[in-house]
């Protein structure tokens, strides 16, 4: 079975600064996905960047950019001139390529931002 | 488009008392999933459905019943609502198949207290 593991509970930033919030995931397939999801206080799922695991080239939106270490099993995602927005509870989750409905989720880390 | 909706948004049980969460979407997804939410614990996939009249147990399915009966209905229900389950719950869905698809959208989440 696949296990996503995000080891820091809580992370805290500057406002405008950079953080980067870690991920490792185990898997023995060589085709999926990896997604952040960001969860506000409004409780609301909100996809905030997406990885195919065939493309070398690592995904970036905005302000949000990831880390993905294929062999490493690594995919960390980096926020680059914090907002106080951008506080929120972010979760890293793995999909399979072909069980669309199979999402497999860590166990999140807070993000506070410090004005 | 209303995306995936979630109704009850909250909802108060007695231990042994059964009720159906509904979700619902209108995006024609063939794939749509339950999730359960609980500190600490990130997401957990309770059910899922590849399409209308096929649905499979997700993680932590014991002490609930999902049907398909339509592609835009995915109903849960608790038989005897026991105080474990008490937590948010999030249905899902996604479009499947498509090269560069697999976004999940996320319903707005109930929030289950069973005493």
């Known amino acids: 079975a696949q296990t996503v593991t995000q080891s820091q509970p809580e992370m805290s930033v500057q406002e405008a600064e950079t953080v980067t919030l870690s991920c490792t995931y185990d898997?023995?397939?060589?085709?999926?996905?990896l997604f952040w999801y960001k969860q506000p206080p409004s409780r609301q799922m909100i996809l905030v960047i997406r990885?195919?695991?065939?493309?070398?080239q690592n995904a970036t939106e905005n302000r949000f950019s990831v880390n993905f270490q294929k062999a490493a099993k690594s995919f960390s995602l980096k926020i680059s001139d914090s907002q106080l927005g951008d506080a929120a509870m972010y979760f890293c989750?793995?999909?399979?390529?072909?069980?669309?409905?199979?999402?497999?989720f860590g166990k999140g880390i807070t993000l506070s931002v410090r004005p | 488009n209303a995306g995936v909706t979630q109704t009850p948004k909250f909802q108060v049980l007695k231990t042994g008392q059964s009720m159906t969460l509904q979700c619902a979407q209108d995006?024609?997804?063939?794939?749509m999933s339950w999730y359960r939410q609980d500190p600490g614990m990130g997401l957990r996939l309770i059910h899922y459905?590849?399409?209308?009249?096929?649905?499979d147990q997700g993680e932590v399915p014991n002490g609930y019943n999902v049907s398909r009966s339509t592609t835009e209905d995915f109903p849960l229900r608790l038989l005897s609502a026991a105080p474990s389950q008490t937590s948010v719950y999030f249905c899902?869905?996604?479009?499947?198949?498509?090269?560069?698809?697999?976004?999940?959208?996320f319903g707005p989440g109930t929030r289950l207290t069973v005493t």
């Open positions: 899902a869905s996604t479009r499947g198949g498509a090269l560069g698809s697999y976004e999940q959208y």
């Open positions: 995006m024609n997804h063939e794939y």
């Open positions: 459905s590849v399409g209308a009249g096929i649905t």
């Open positions: 898997t023995s397939e060589s085709d999926y996905y």
């Open positions: 989750a793995y999909l399979l390529t072909g069980a669309n409905s199979k999402l497999t």
């Open positions: 990885q195919e695991a065939y493309k070398q």
